[in-house]
């Protein structure tokens, strides 16, 4: 079975997990898109969330992590890109149920929050939940409605 693509995007406080679990992901055979950013610099998260999200949303890669310092900037960003739903996980129950009940696409992770072995649980829940469906598929296609 052909392993998808994992987009991953980061600010400068993320930029080291990102690095970390892209590398993981990447033995393990994973393809993997990093949009950057590309080292410790200061940068702004809304650029590399809204990128990994227009990516995602492309279906460039089946899967987005986001990572930035407490992991919520770089996911408001992510989700005002239409068909990207990124949801902010601390820990391995949020990363199983984000996937299956709410279908999120992307794992957004607070870098300066939760631990590294923490992250690298949460990245291999959320990789291997199935979304659910049933009852659950009409609420997630709300989530794509414009008000």
Not at 64 to 89: D, E, F, K, Y
Not at 108 to 120: F, K, S
């Amino acid at each position: 079975m052909t392993k998808p693509t994992v987009a991953f995007a980061a600010d400068h406080a993320g930029f080291e997990l990102k690095n970390l679990l892209r590398d993981e992901l990447k033995a393990q055979g994973y393809g993997v898109l990093d949009l950057g950013t590309n080292g410790p610099e200061s940068v702004d998260y809304p650029d590399f969330g809204r990128a990994l999200g227009e990516a995602v949303a492309a279906g460039k890669a089946g899967f987005g992590i986001a990572v930035c310092g407490t992991g919520i900037g770089i996911s408001i960003a992510a989700n005002r890109i239409a068909g990207c739903r990124a949801a902010l996980c601390h820990d391995t129950t949020s990363a199983r149920l984000c996937r299956e009940h709410n279908d999120a696409n992307v794992l957004a992770l607070g870098a300066r929050l939760i631990g590294v072995e923490t992250a690298r649980d949460c990245v291999k829940t959320f990789l291997a939940t199935e979304f659910a469906g049933g009852r659950h598929a009409g609420r997630v296609a709300k989530l794509g409605q414009t008000a």
